[in-house]
Structures are given as C-alpha cells and as structure tokens.
C-alpha cells in the first residue's frame, strides 16, 4: 500500500473537492465523472449497477493521460461515479505515492 492509499481511502475524503486535497500536496489531477446509469433508460445497465455496486464501477473504462496513475473509483451521494489520477509534480507527492514502509514487528 502506498502513503496516499491511505489518504483516498479516509471517509472525509468525499466531503471536499477533490482537487482542493491533492493539489496543494503536489499532484496533478486527472477526475473522470459518469452517472451512475438510470434505472428509467437503463434498465440493463441499472440491474447490473445494483447487484454490484463495487465491480461495476471496477469495469468501467478509464484512460488517464500518461504519466497519471489511477488512485481510486467510487460513487457519491449525487448519483456520480468518481474515477481519480493522479500526477506527481513535487518530492512531497513522489514520496506519497511510494510503497509505505512495512510496520516493524513488535514481538
């Protein structure tokens, strides 16, 4: 897991723009946003939404532009569906997005 997983995954994380948190850490944000699909035009794609949530919103098509790395999908209270990369542009964010060091073990 690197440092900034754990930044994307903290509850708070929906409750400002996303860009508002990375950028001012040295990141480049690439945000990708599509509607959950709407189960009066979408019937199919609604159904398959519904039954799972998580592997749908997995198997969407994303292509951040190079050098971007993708760093979380999820939906939100308005009926969003949130794709976010990521660009490192300083030493602060490069060292974010490293591999965090294992926890020594207390034993």
Known sequence: ??????LTN?????????KDIFEPMGFE?????VYEPDP???PEESERYLADIEAYIDVLPFAP?????EL?????????IV???VKPTTPL???????????????
């Open 83 to 85: 794709m976010l990369a």
């Open 65 to 69: 532009p190079e050098g971007f790395a």
């Open 29 to 33: 944000v690439y945000l990708d946003v």
């Open 40 to 42: 009066d035009e979408q």
């Open 72 to 80: 979380g999908r999820w939906s939100n209270e308005d009926a969003e």
């Open 93 to 107: 964010a490069e060292a974010l997005m490293a591999p965090a060091p294992e926890a020594a073990d207390a034993s």
């Open 1 to 6: 897991m690197r440092l900034i997983d754990q």
């Open 10 to 18: 903290h509850p708070l994380l929906e409750e400002r723009p996303v």
